[in-house]
């Protein structure tokens, strides 16, 4: 099993729709937990971090964790197709970060 | 601006002949770490740095060396690499780093190595 498990996609949506990206983990020690959003040719840069359980919101990002299920959670609102990139969820390791596979998001006009 | 650069960013070489990939920041950040990323797999990383003339291997070290000679620098260097080190590249760099640390890991654009 792995560390971190995402769901590879594509997640197709039109533009002004609420978008879901999810995430489950499997070792409940650690606390950190991050989105990192990738475009096309780019590296991975860092959308929000969240510490334990509960949510965190940034303007149209909101970030949850669910520590009794092991969920991790990013809802977008009101999608723009310049939200369209790959999304990966990581959590804080011993000296790394452990990424889920990320899920391809792709928001149409 | 702040940011981590990589070089080169495209690469094709054939097996056995050695080869670096260059990564510099100019954040003055202490840790710095290699990931190589792979479809269905992610992100996974290579070997990472703390500082100085620290290093320590990550996941997947196997094949790879890393330097840290100065506080800006930390090369990848595959001295013989093979078809199954083709991949995506990335450098990161931090502030610091730690289990409770939440400083955010700066990644370069990437580097793509293929190995024939």
């Known amino acids: 099993q792995k560390e971190v498990e995402q769901d590879p996609g594509p997640l197709s949506v039109p533009e002004g729709a609420i978008v879901s990206l999810n995430c489950t983990y499997s070792n409940s020690a650690f606390q950190y937990f991050m989105w990192y959003r990738q475009y096309s040719r780019k590296g991975p840069e860092l959308l929000m971090y969240t510490y334990s359980s509960g949510n965190k919101e940034d303007g149209r990002f909101t970030a949850q964790v669910d520590k009794s299920s092991k969920y991790i959670s990013l809802f977008i609102r009101d999608s723009q197709p310049s939200d369209s990139a790959t999304y990966l969820c990581a959590r804080r390791g011993f000296q790394k970060l452990v990424f889920g596979t990320g899920t391809r998001l792709l928001v149409s006009p | 601006e702040a940011q981590v650069t990589q070089n080169p960013r495209y690469l094709i070489t054939v097996t056995g002949k050695k080869l670096t990939v260059t990564c510099s920041q100019n954040m003055n950040h202490e840790y710095m770490s290699w990931y190589r990323q792979d479809p269905g797999l992610g992100l996974r990383q290579i070997y990472y740095?703390?500082?100085?003339?620290?290093?320590d291997k990550g996941d997947v070290p196997e094949g790879y060396k890393v330097s840290r000679k100065e506080k800006r620098n930390f090369p990848l260097i595959l001295e013989s690499p093979s078809p199954n080190q083709t991949s995506l590249y990335f450098c990161a760099s931090s502030l610091q780093s730690g289990d409770s640390s939440n400083q955010p890991q700066h990644f370069g654009d990437g580097t793509r190595l293929s190995i024939l």
């Open positions: 740095s703390m500082n100085v003339e620290v290093t």
